[in-house]
């Protein structure tokens, strides 16, 4: 489904991303792990087109999406869930939601994808004509998720869900990620919480400094050195 090869990215002279290679397969969800300051953004936004990239591929279903622009990529299938959420406060839950579904494919079953982002969040059903802004934390990233889910994407990424909220908030998020994975859609994984998101995860890598420094299972990431020293801080 994603395959990155070679992948770099700058901020002017000051590389970001070096020669990064990962795959993630269709149905599967691959996590990224790292230290702050690693690249982990700044990869996911390279991935959406949000972001140029300075050198490689970044193929979606074999198309080379790295020379495209970000409503290109979107049209793909590729949707995002950026860090912070970024939901327009001053609209309604519903509205938001509407927004997502900007793909042409999308457009044509907006009221059925609509209502599965409901029932996956009976709260944003409940929320529909409220504004955005005046949601909890939680709920906003629940409305974040459901927005690029209107998109119906077959490659999700998702940055930092669970930053910023309580325990039992992040618990559900992460039941309703799971539950889009069985529905047969690739997801990728930039994960604040290490233990979260190698629990989650069938296969993972690991950022360090703008490069691949570790990849496999997550069972065999939690246990390596690298993980645990510089990740874990153990």
């Known amino acids: 489904m994603l395959e990155v090869r070679g992948l770099e990215a700058r901020y002017g002279d000051a590389r970001a991303l070096w020669g990064v290679d990962l795959d993630v397969g269709a149905g599967e969800m691959v996590c990224i792990v790292g230290p702050n300051g690693a690249g982990k953004t700044t990869l996911v936004q390279t991935i959406a087109g949000l972001h140029p990239a300075a050198a490689g ?21 590729v949707a995002t869930v950026p860090e912070g959420r970024r939901v ?7 509205d938001n939601l509407l927004l997502g579904a900007y793909r042409r494919a999308a457009r044509a079953v907006f009221r059925r994808t609509e209502a599965e982002v409901y029932d996956l969040f009976p709260r944003l059903r409940e ?25 119906r994407p077959r490659l999700l990424l998702l940055d930092e869900p669970s930053l910023g909220l309580a325990p039992v908030v992040v618990d559900e998020v992460f039941d309703a990620i799971a539950a889009v994975v069985t529905t047969g859609v690739a997801v990728l994984l930039v994960e604040q919480d290490v233990e ?11 950022l360090i400094e703008g490069r691949i420094a570790a990849g ?16 874990l801080g153990l």
């Open 57 to 77: 591929t970044v193929r979606v279903d074999g198309v080379d999406v790295a020379v495209l622009p970000a409503h290109r990529v979107c049209q793909l299938g």
């Open 88 to 94: 327009f406060g001053h609209m309604s839950v519903r």
């Open 127 to 151: 929320r529909a004509q409220q504004l955005a802004g005046s949601l909890s934390g939680g709920e906003q990233q629940m409305l974040a998720l459901g927005r690029a889910l209107m998109a």
């Open 196 to 206: 979260r998101a190698l629990e989650a995860a069938g296969r993972g890598y690991v």
């Open 216 to 231: 496999g299972p997550t069972a065999q990431l939690r246990d390596a050195a690298e993980v645990r020293q510089r990740v």
